[in-house]
């Protein structure tokens, strides 16, 4: 087997789980890969700034990728790589597409711009993200609106809430009817959120890019660790893709192997069997 030479973790899920913290079996795991010559670096769909303490904790050295990898970003150096935004007439397509389930109050809707959560108003469940996320999200009203008086305003990412993971589902079926893969890369990173981001902007390009283009690595030298459908595609990437048990079962499926547990430290557990073992 090549050796591997670049491990990639999502955050929610897999390196943090209800603490919104990083444990010390998976801190350690990390360190012991490290001290192996193997980089480590960080791929979520959290915002830039709320990934940068999960970059700090593992002491990465490689750019940050954020928003699904549509934002790729040095936090050491404050080289910006890649920033991949939605087509201002899609992100304006989804808020006309979404209003009427926002205006019945079944979910609620983020636009992330200059890396600011942008929201019409700050409901319960804004505060309850933004408190996880370590975020001051900014109330603009109407969404469309704020978008078409401000031309020049890039939305990195749109994010629709509903407490009905079904709402969620049959939005994304709908939705993935209407918008070709070409056109804008839809997914989850948990039950609850649909997420919409540039065709371009997903896990496994970015990967792709910090392993092939930064590092000069193949496939087969990667390893990433996710737990929902948005590392789907840095999992088919990778030499060794790992699911957490958490996963869906599709995303068990596509994966080379199922680790335990977030809360059972299924990161420091892979890291054990793939990267540390004689």
Do not use: C
């Amino acid at each position: 087997m090549t050796q591997i030479r670049l491990l990639v973790l999502d955050i929610d899920g897999t390196i943090a789980g209800q603490s919104n913290q990083v444990s010390e079996g998976v801190r350690q795991a990390i360190a012991a890969a490290q001290a192996n010559g193997i980089a480590v670096a960080i791929a979520t769909g959290r915002m830039y700034q709320s990934a940068v303490r999960f970059h700090q904790a593992v002491q990465s050295t490689l750019p940050l990728m954020a928003y699904q990898g549509a934002w790729i970003q040095d936090p050491i150096t404050q080289t910006r790589y890649r920033h991949t935004p939605l087509p201002r007439a899609a992100a304006l397509s989804l808020l006309a597409a979404l209003a009427d389930l926002e205006a019945q109050a079944r979910l609620s809707v983020h636009l992330y711009i200059d890396d600011a959560l942008h929201v019409r108003d700050i409901l319960p469940e804004t505060t309850d993200y933004a408190t996880r996320s370590g975020v001051d999200p900014v109330a603009v009203g109407s969404l469309a609106p704020f978008l078409e008086q401000n031309t020049r305003l890039e939305t990195t990412k749109l994010l629709a809430l509903s407490p009905d993971p079904e709402i969620v589902a049959n939005l994304l079926a709908q939705l993935r009817q209407r918008y070709a893969p070409e056109d804008l890369y839809l997914t989850q990173s948990v039950s609850t959120f649909f997420e919409a981001t540039h065709p371009l902007a997903n896990k496994g390009s970015a990967v792709q890019f910090v392993a092939e283009t930064l590092m000069g690595l193949t496939a087969d030298q990667v390893m990433t660790i996710g737990d929902n459908f948005n590392d789907w595609e840095m999992l088919r990437y990778a030499g060794i893709g790992v699911a957490m048990g958490d996963a869906p079962e599709a995303v068990k499926a596509i994966a080379d192997w199922v680790a335990p547990s977030v809360e059972e430290d299924g990161v420091a557990i892979a890291i054990q069997e793939f990267l540390l073992a004689a």
